[in-house]
Structures are given as C-alpha cells and as structure tokens.
C-alpha cells in the first residue's frame, strides 16, 4: 500500500502556471505507476495523466495535452504535476493515485491508492 500526500495546489489567473507534487510512503512506490486526476465540484473524476515506474511512458487525457506535464523523482519518492496555460476550466481537485501495477493507467478502477487532494482554482 501506498500513502499518497499533495501539495502545491492554490490560486492562479488564467495563463498561469503551478507544479503539484505528490508525497508517496511506502516500499512500492518505485515499482508503481502513477497517475493524476481531477473534479470539479458536481462532475465526475476525470483522469488528467500518468507515468510508468520508470518515468519513460507517460499519458495524457487530451484536454491537457501539451500543457500539463508529469514527472516523478523515485529517489525523493515524488510524482509531480506541471500545468502550464492553465484556463479557468482546469478548475478542480486534483488527486494523486498509483496504480495496481507499474504500467500506466488511465481509468479509475485502475488505480488502488489515492491521496486525498488539492485544490487548484484559476481566475478569468
């Protein structure tokens, strides 16, 4: 089992950037996949990005693609999060998760720990 703690969530204008990072506990952590989601207040989970236990192979959903980027440090045990051009549709709670494996993933059920969020607001 993984233990998973983000950070860097906040208030930024439309354009701006900010870089989520995920604290990961755990013996696991480097045979692991990764992977971000996001959700707006009354809609669904929606699946962001994700990273292979190496870092080589990673995944974006398409409404951040060429955006947002992942990376992960397994020496410091940390996967982040970097959004930049952030719209005020970008909104949300993000969540940190590893998957049930080390190769990427993209839905929910795919993955079996998540933390437990942070918040991201963009201003118009």
């Known amino acids: 089992q993984v233990q998973l703690v983000e950070s860097g969530g906040g208030l930024v204008q439309a354009g701006g950037s900010l870089r989520l990072s995920c604290a990961a506990s755990g013996r696991t952590f480097s045979m692991s996949a990764m992977g971000w989601f996001r959700q707006a207040p009354g809609k669904e989970r929606d699946f962001v990005a994700t990273?292979?236990?190496?870092?080589?192979?990673?995944y974006y959903a398409d409404s951040v693609k060429g955006r947002f980027t992942i990376s992960r440090d397994n020496a410091k045990n940390t996967v982040y999060l970097q959004m930049n051009s952030l719209k005020p549709e970008d909104a949300a709670r993000y969540y940190c998760?590893?998957?049930?494996?080390?190769?990427?993933?993209?839905?929910?059920?795919?993955?079996?720990?998540w933390g437990q969020g942070t918040q991201v607001t963009v201003s118009s």
């Open positions: 998760a590893a998957v049930r494996g080390s190769k990427v993933a993209t839905s929910l059920a795919g993955f079996g720990s």
């Open positions: 990273i292979n236990w190496s870092g080589g192979s990673t």
